[in-house]
């Protein structure tokens, strides 16, 4: 037992400690490619040359990542299918990652009934990147119910706001 | 090891945050014609100046809280004896209260006392009950209680409910949407309020055991559900289901060696299973593809009662817990759920939709009539009382939650407010059980 905790200690402080040392580059996703054309000429060592090549933009940095939902209802809306679509295509190009879908309800109505219902809008979002290709390995699901609103107040608006299966990605 | 060390680092002592807790206050909408009575002031031979509790307060406080008895101002007394011999019936006839209270508290050690109570009919000029409790500073304040109870089932023919419990959830916020969940348990009347658990994630469904010695519940600690049962003495506790998907809504079985559950799998199905405590086995009873949910066991320990959406809108069935078909239990209206059954097995409580709002009813299980109790937009998760005369239940307040409790026959109302967030799910503990 003692030699894990060492273990973790030791892999605690080499994380802590390399986290300064190690600043990663933002990538600049509106200038990309580096195009050449600098009026000052110089030689390049190819494979070396860290100004050239082009940067990965965060795969997932662009999708909305909120699903909203209709009264009493489980559908995925028309409008919402594209985003879902896109989800399905990065999770089958990135299969190494996964995603945890939280279903959530509005506030009305019995407690663990809405676990149900946010569990039901969850298994919607499930079975439509499945159907995409995605395997289950990479999802999970988890009904929040009407445990933890985004709006907090008890207008229609409200409601409509909490009716939603949000996506997360988990490592 | 890495289990062990979450583990411990969720399972903290909250003893020292209790004292600054703050209290349920409680405002009475009694609707009856409550009985007058007297409780003269308690008398006091020990060695401090003062008694350590003021116990003919909070015998009042019990009986005017009941909403059934109006005790008299101690103004009006003519005489206020603390030993029964010396009451004089006539003086109390002539106020017209029904009944009188009497007794007086001694200090027989250095923290050891002795509550004596005798309550007199001064009409038919009798004795009803008289009694003897010891106590400790610690137990003072139940040996009232328990005294309140005495009193109040001799005035009424109702086991009183003084000396119980509730426990409930408390919801903090902190700052967007982050929030502290607390599982808290205090008295009935929202004193000695003690917090038993807490979590940044969401708490939820607790359930007392049948010998009120330990608390179910759902935790959401590390974003996935998964029920715990944990000792309130101790304040130990065991995971006893974290299975994939959906772990919720425990209710303990008459004998408290199970658990009825809602498990929904990776397929998020859910169903309802019956849990073995000690042996963690399931049983499943139910598998249709709706939701099945809200299991409660019917004090009989043979049937359970569940919400299901089955049928289209959530409805409340009946299973045997041997399996089988569910037969359908409610009819009346588009969506019944949380089905909870007084302790004497003769009504359902539920929440029901009452023309768009959510109120808390109560069905009679051979005549199927529903009784609709409460008056909110947004009422929830009733609980009926031990001796199934009352419930309790979580309705809102400018936008927080805050607990009632209502007469089963829905005469008598009143109101349990919190300082402190949004309080919901109560549950009712059973009858406290005191030593032989």
């Known amino acids: ?171 | 090891m890495l289990k062990k060390l979450s583990f411990a680092i969720i399972v903290i002592v909250f003893a020292a945050n209790n004292a600054a807790a703050q209290k349920l206050r409680i405002d009475v909408q009694g609707v009856a014609q409550p009985t007058p009575v007297a409780i003269v002031p308690f008398g006091w031979e020990g060695n401090s100046p003062a008694m350590p509790l003021d116990i003919a307060e909070v015998i009042k406080s019990d009986l005017r809280r009941s909403g059934r008895f109006s005790p008299i101002p101690e103004n009006d007394m003519l005489q206020k004896p603390t030993d029964g011999a010396d009451v004089d019936f006539g003086d109390w006839s002539i106020l017209g209260v029904e009944a009188v209270v009497v007794g007086k508290v001694t200090q027989v050690g250095v923290n050891a006392y002795s509550l004596r109570f005798q309550l007199f009919d001064p009409f038919r000029q009798r004795q009803l009950v008289g009694y003897q409790i010891p106590a400790s500073r610690g137990t003072m304040r139940g040996a009232a209680h328990r005294a309140a109870d005495m009193i109040y089932e001799k005035l009424t023919g109702i086991k009183g409910v003084f000396g119980t419990k509730v426990a409930y959830v408390t919801a903090e916020q902190q700052g967007g949407r982050e929030r502290l969940y607390s599982l808290i348990v205090s008295d009935q009347d929202g004193e000695n309020e003690f917090k038993i658990m807490e979590s940044k994630d969401p708490i939820m469904s607790p359930a007392w055991s049948p010998d009120s010695r330990q608390l179910a519940y759902v935790s959401f600690e590390g974003s996935r559900s998964s029920i715990f049962v944990q000792n309130l003495r101790s304040g130990n506790r065991f995971q006893v289901s974290n299975k994939p998907g959906i772990n919720g809504a425990p209710a303990f079985s008459p004998d408290g060696r199970k658990l009825v559950v809602t498990l929904g799998g990776v397929e998020g199905n859910p169903d309802i299973y019956i849990l073995d405590i000690t042996s963690r086995q399931v049983k499943r009873l139910t598998t249709h593809r709706a939701i099945d949910t809200e299991g409660a066991w019917a004090p009989d320990g043979r049937h359970i009662y569940f919400t299901s959406d089955r049928s289209g809108g959530p409805q409340i069935y009946r299973i045997s817990v041997s399996g089988g078909t569910p037969e359908r239990v409610t009819f009346e209206g588009s969506y019944n759920a949380r089905p909870r059954l007084s302790p004497d097995g003769t009504r359902l409580a539920m929440v029901h939709n009452d023309r768009g709002n959510y109120r808390i009813a109560v069905m009679n299980i051979e005549r199927k009539d529903l009784l609709v109790l409460s008056a909110g937009r947004q009422d929830e998760s009733p609980s009926f009382a031990p001796n199934s005369d009352s419930l309790i239940y979580a309705t809102r307040q400018s936008g927080d939650g805050v607990l009632e409790t209502v007469s089963a026959d829905g005469l008598i109302r009143q109101k349990m407010a919190s300082g402190q967030g949004d309080v919901r799910e109560p549950v009712w503990s059973p009858f406290p059980r005191f030593a032989k």
């Open chain 1, 1 to 171: 037992m003692s030699y894990y905790k060492i273990f973790a200690v030791a892999v605690l402080g080499a994380l802590l400690a390399g986290c300064p040392a190690t600043p990663v580059p933002d990538p600049e996703p509106t200038d990309t490619t580096y195009d050449g054309s600098d009026s000052a000429s110089t030689d390049g060592m190819d494979g070396f040359d860290g100004q050239g090549g082009t940067a990965i933009e965060d795969p997932f940095e662009q999708l909305g990542t909120v699903i909203y939902f209709d009264f009493d209802s489980s559908e995925v809306r028309a409008a919402d299918q594209d985003l879902v679509a896109a989800h399905a295509i990065q999770l089958n190009e990135n299969s190494y990652t996964s995603v945890r879908l939280e279903g959530h309800a509005d506030e009305r109505g019995s407690r663990e009934y809405n676990i149900g219902l946010g569990e039901r809008r969850a298994q919607a979002v499930r079975q439509m990147l499945m159907i995409q290709g995605v395997t289950a390995s990479q999802i999970q699901t988890v009904s929040f119910g009407e445990e933890r609103p985004d709006a907090m107040g008890s207008s229609e608006s409200d409601y409509a706001r909490n009716r939603r299966v949000e996506i997360r990605f988990t490592d």
